[in-house]
């Protein structure tokens, strides 16, 4: 490279990439590209809103291409999920206390409505009917999305993803003793739930 | 080993994972190019911002470096020709100063026989 070329690249802040890092792109972009629509599924069982659910996958690939491409390809997939994971939790916390102010703010309107106007509408079949006409896999996929935050994701990150314990503790941020609690609590709920139709 | 009812679960998010539809997944391969490009972006480009910190600090560490030594007041090695330095500055007679070393070294060397002479 010429001693211009160089200064060019100097001044202009860009640099030839490197046949590593070429790779090492390459490497980063399969990696997304496999675990985006576990993701995205996952962000969605969690928020049950599509474009929330799309968003937190967003905000994850661009914190964790920022902050972790660097870091050994073996770390990838638990550091990715502990982002993803992270939003998810913080967009729990949000929604949380959006809800109680709703809640709070909506008290007063509600005690002035007739209770005809509170009663379940009945075009609308009750719950149990409308699992009835769910396929078996909606069912299952319903069954995994009523569970509680944390013993979701220890489910589809130690189930689902195949993470080891140790690497779901590090996704969850919590110890390998309570990712064994919340996941033996997740398949006790699922078989409860599913037992009917999994005797 | 996953039992009946788990293997059950994970097929049926695995079919809900291919079965997304072509908005969510186009938005997911954007979503990851961009991603990737950003890291590409972060290793091959530093911001203008940190070029000038760079910089900066480097000319502080050159600055800090020569330093000391142009403020150095007190050597810690006498060094060959500082006294007549100093005599040149003072503007004392060279002679007066050579006496003075003769009579210091003399007290010296006395003092040093005195002590000797003293215990013997």
């Known amino acids: 490279m010429s001693s211009f070329t160089a200064i060019n690249h100097w001044m202009t802040g860009s640099v030839p990439e490197a046949p590593a890092e070429q790779s090492r792109h390459r490497a980063l972009d399969a990696f997304l590209g496999d675990v985006e629509r576990r993701a995205y599924v996952m962000a969605e069982m969690a928020t049950r809103d599509p474009d929330e659910a799309l968003d937190l996958v967003q905000d994850a690939m661009f914190a964790f291409a920022r902050r972790y491409a660097d870091k050994p390809q073996v770390e990838w997939a638990p550091l990715f999920h502990r982002v993803l994971q992270n939003r998810i939790r913080d967009w729990a916390r949000r929604q949380k206390v959006r809800n109680r102010w709703r809640t709070w703010l909506h008290r007063g309107e509600d005690a002035g409505e007739e209770p005809l106007e509170q009663a379940p509408d009945p075009a609308v079949p009750p719950i149990e009917q409308q699992l009835d006409h769910l396929e078996a896999t909606e069912r299952l996929q319903q069954a995994v999305s009523e569970l509680p935050l944390r013993q979701q994701q220890a489910f589809l990150l130690r189930v689902w993803e195949g993470l080891n314990v140790a690497q779901t503790a590090q996704a969850m941020g919590c110890s390998q003793g309570s990712v064994k609690t919340h996941l033996s609590r997740a398949l006790g709920n699922l078989r409860s739930r599913l037992e009917e139709y999994h005797p | ?120």
Do not use: C
């Open chain 2, 1 to 120: 080993m996953k039992n009946p009812l788990q293997q059950e679960l994970i097929e049926a998010l695995d079919r809900r994972a291919q079965d997304l539809d072509g908005a969510t997944l186009s938005r997911l391969r954007r979503v990851r190019a961009e991603a990737v490009q950003q890291a590409s972006t972060r290793r091959s480009r530093l911001p203008g911002g940190w070029r000038l910190a760079g910089a900066g600090l480097a000319l502080g560490l050159l600055v800090a470096a020569l330093l000391p030594g142009l403020h150095q007041t007190t050597p810690t090695q006498p060094v060959p020709g500082d006294e007549l330095l100093e005599v040149a500055i003072l503007d004392v007679d060279l002679e007066v100063v050579e006496d003075l070393e003769f009579y210091e070294w003399l007290s010296e060397q006395g003092l040093g026989e005195t002590g000797d002479e003293g215990s013997a």
